[in-house]
């Protein structure tokens, strides 16, 4: 069974940065698709960034490229989402999941953004 574990969330201003972590379980990683999602209060999950095959290409969306960057580490079976000049509409719970998704999610990891 696939098991997903966030970290790295948390409080920090406007314009700072955070890192967040997500080791993945149960599955062979190195080719896996791997993806970060967030859910603010009262809305949808959507989906944030991606990154794809081995060459490791990337896709975000439009809201936070050229301030997000995903990386992966397979040696430790870790995605990552460096996040840099952080907005207050970026506070949100965030969430990994494989690509496609797995029906299970993991618990996510909060990040708040003080204006």
């Known amino acids: 069974q696939v098991q997903l574990v966030e970290s790295g969330g948390g409080l920090v201003q406007a314009g700072g940065s955070l890192r967040l972590s997500c080791e993945v379980s149960?599955?062979?990683?190195?080719?896996?698709?791997m993806g970060w999602f967030r859910q603010a209060p009262g809305k949808e999950r959507e989906f944030v960034a991606a990154?794809?095959?081995?060459?490791?290409?990337?896709y975000y969306t439009p809201s936070v490229k050229g301030r997000f960057t995903i990386s992966r580490d397979n040696a430790k079976n870790t995605v990552y989402l460096q996040m840099n000049n952080l907005k207050p509409e970026d506070t949100a719970v965030y969430y990994c999941?494989?690509?496609?998704?797995?029906?299970?999610w993991g618990q996510g990891t909060l990040v708040t953004v003080s204006s």
């Open positions: 999941n494989t690509i496609p998704l797995l029906n299970t």
């Open positions: 149960g599955r062979t990683f190195s080719t896996q698709a």
């Open positions: 990154i794809i095959g081995r060459g490791g290409s990337t």
